[in-house]
């Protein structure tokens, strides 16, 4: 039965589940942490499921019964769901997020780039939240919460983040959103559409995860289809995958 992750048993279920699964063993366990006091309807588990539900859309590691999970995400009001395990039943697959890694004290080779550009860019190890915010999510919820949530995990040292700056102005940055059991999760890399195809993005990235890498924490991700060549030519290695589902 699913239920409330506020139990010791459901604790740790919830961790069990997250156990193994692609980027969520890491990124699951630190929001549940975090976040399950101010944000109780939340998280959730199953003798094998560990659910995240964040408005219309959840986030699930490990299994449960396919029924089950279609008739719960179904009373939580959820539209879509990306899982390492079951597929609930009667929604439509939409595709895979494809996860890579880079183990813990190995170097990606820094991408090639426009140097002329390279040069008047400065890169920021301490971005201002709110800055990240605004350039990450111009208008909407979504950039307070952002906003809220970046500046809870930085002052638990949960998260880091870095950017490069043209003339004051963010132009590009990726961030490790979650760092837990000698692992960090990568996410919202972006770089600014003017700036797009020019090296700065994919230098910004490998350096940061060198960065990481080089302190003994094993670096992971998950990327849309279009992103899998981006990651492999960076020297990212493939590490499973996540299914993408879409309620009827």
């Known amino acids: ?27 699951l366990p630190v929001e549940r942490s975090l976040f399950a006091r101010s944000q ?49 039943a009667g929604w439509r697959s939409a595709g895979q997020l494809t996860c890579f890694a880079l183990p813990a ?13 390279w040069g008047r860019l400065v890169l920021e190890t301490e971005p201002a939240a709110g800055a990240l915010a605004a350039f990450l999510y111009p208008a909407g919820p979504a950039r307070d919460d952002y906003y809220s949530a970046l500046c809870t995990k930085r002052s638990r040292g949960l998260a880091r983040v870095w950017a490069l700056t043209l003339d004051g102005q963010i132009a590009a940055t990726i961030g490790a959103y979650a760092i837990r059991g000698g692992k960090a999760y990568l996410a919202c890399g972006c770089t600014d559409p003017e700036l797009r195809g020019r090296g700065a993005g994919g230098r910004l990235a490998a350096l940061f995860a060198n960065a990481l890498a080089a302190e003994g924490l094993e670096v992971c991700l998950a990327c849309c289809p279009e992103r899998v060549g981006f990651y492999t030519r960076l020297g990212f290695q493939a590490a499973g995958s996540l299914g993408r589902y879409l309620s009827p």
Do not use: N, W
């Open 1 to 27: 039965m699913i239920a409330r992750a506020v139990t010791p048993q459901g604790k740790k279920r919830f961790l069990r589940a997250c156990r193994g699964a692609p980027c969520f063993e890491v990124l």
């Open 105 to 117: 004290g190995r170097l990606l080779p820094l991408p090639p780039a426009d140097e002329a550009l």
């Open 40 to 88: 109780p309807g939340r998280f959730y588990a199953g003798p094998s499921l560990a659910l995240d539900i964040g408005g219309a859309d959840a986030l699930a590691a490990g299994g449960a019964d396919p029924e089950e999970l279609a008739a719960f995400l179904h009373f939580c009001g959820c539209g879509s769901l990306i899982t390492s395990g079951t597929a609930p």
